[in-house]
T-cell receptor
Framework: DTEVTQTPKHLVMGMTNKKSLKCEQH?????MYWYKQKAKKPPELMFV???????INESVPSRFSPECPNSSLLNLHLHALQPEDSALYLC?????????????FGEGSRLTVL | AQTVTQSQPEMSVQEAETVTLSCTYD???????LFWYKQPPSRQMILVIR??????QNATENRFSVNFQKAAKSFSLKISDSQLGDAAMYFC????????????FGQGTRLTINP
């Protein structure tokens, strides 16, 4: 059973669409992450939120816009994406900064951009 | 910059046998964590085992154990009594304990279990 829930599991969108990916955790974790994973590759970090504030942005294009409304929720807003943005988007959470604990991952949202 | 290297893109093992997956890393930090994650075709990344760098004792979780060689910056995973459900992509990962919590992944090793 996953304790990090991602919706939707699959998303198909056109290059002019606006959509959002959602992530929720109820483990009391104060750090949340977005990773992008292409087929047969390791996950690549996109964003890190710590205590609801953006702490790391790995030079991600502005067509990806993260949002952390509260400590349990993390969104990734998508706009004007390109076909090369098609990938598996993984959300993860962990305990407080500095604790060094493992990341707990959701099942991912499979995004296809047409 | 921290890097993680997995030199075996693919491995296979007979069911019930033992297999070892290799991982090396490069860091100038003295305090960090190392992890092995498993990603089956179902997509979810699942933690297999973790090791704190300050601990000399190798971590063990049931059939999974690691050989942590801090001086050599090596962190291999041994799977004993391999089972069909162990088939997956395995990622070695590194993370510092202070500051930013970035988890750095290796390229992964695809493990096949032969019945």
């Amino acid at each position: 059973d996953t304790e990090v829930t991602q919706t939707p599991k699959h998303l198909v969108m056109g290059m002019t669409n606006k959509k959002s990916l959602k992530c929720e955790q109820h483990m009391g974790h104060r750090a949340m992450y977005w990773y992008k994973q292409k087929a047969k590759k390791p996950p690549e970090l996109m964003f890190v939120y710590s205590y609801e504030k953006l702490s790391i942005n790995e030079s991600v294009p502005s067509r990806f816009s993260p949002e952390c409304p509260n400590s349990s929720l993390l969104n990734l807003h998508l706009h004007a994406l390109q076909p090369e943005d098609s990938a598996l988007y993984l959300c993860a959470s962990s305990q407080d900064r500095g604790y060094g604990g493992e990341l707990f991952f959701g099942e991912g949202s499979r995004l296809t951009v047409l | 910059a921290q890097t993680v290297t997995q030199s075996q893109p693919e491995m296979s093992v007979q069911e019930a046998e033992t297999v070892t997956l290799s991982c090396t890393y490069d860091t100038s930090e003295s305090d960090y964590y190392l992890f092995w994650y498993k990603q089956p075709p179902s997509r979810q990344m699942i933690l297999v085992i973790r090791q704190e760098a300050y601990k000399q004792q190798n971590a063990t979780e049931n059939r999974f154990s690691v050989n942590f060689q801090k001086a050599a910056k090596s962190f291999s995973l041994k799977i004993s009594d391999s089972q069909l459900g162990d088939a997956a992509m395995y990622f070695c990962a590194y993370r510092i304990t202070q500051g930013a919590q970035k988890l750095v992944f290796g390229q992964g090793t695809r493990l096949t279990i032969n019945p």
